[in-house]
């Protein structure tokens, strides 16, 4: 059974910068996607951002493009979300998730991901 667990979750003023991490262990994809979701009090869970294994490619929200960045890690089976120019919309839980190659249109559904973190809290403060 794979297990994802986040780290680096924390509270930051507008405008600063939280990276977190997504670290795997126990059986791993050889081919993966693994993506970033968020959930903010009262509201249903969003996609933010995702790192697909085959030819590292990278999908984010338009709520958050050009401010975060999803990357492979240094540390094995790792993958970090940088998050800069925070505005409290962002706060919230983050999860990741993993799942096998997604194809491009199912990426942001959360139906095509096998495993899940428990999250880590990001909160913005103004």
């Known amino acids: 059974q794979v297990q994802l667990v986040e780290s680096g979750g924390g509270l930051v003023q507008v405008g600063g910068s939280l990276r977190l991490s997504c670290t795997g262990t126990g059986p791993t994809f050889t081919a993966y996607t693994l993506a970033w979701f968020r959930q903010a009090p009262g509201k249903e869970r969003e996609f933010v951002a995702a790192?697909?294994?085959?030819?590292?490619?990278?999908y984010y929200s338009d709520s958050v493009k050009g401010r975060f960045t999803v990357s492979r890690g240094n540390a094995r089976n790792t993958v970090v979300l940088e998050m800069n120019s925070l505005l409290p919309e962002d706060t919230a839980i983050y999860s990741c998730a993993v799942g096998p190659i997604i194809v491009e249109p199912a990426i942001p559904s959360q139906s095509g991901y096998t495993n899940w973190g428990l999250g880590t809290q990001v909160t913005v403060s103004s």
């Open positions: 790192f697909r294994s085959d030819g590292g490619r990278k």
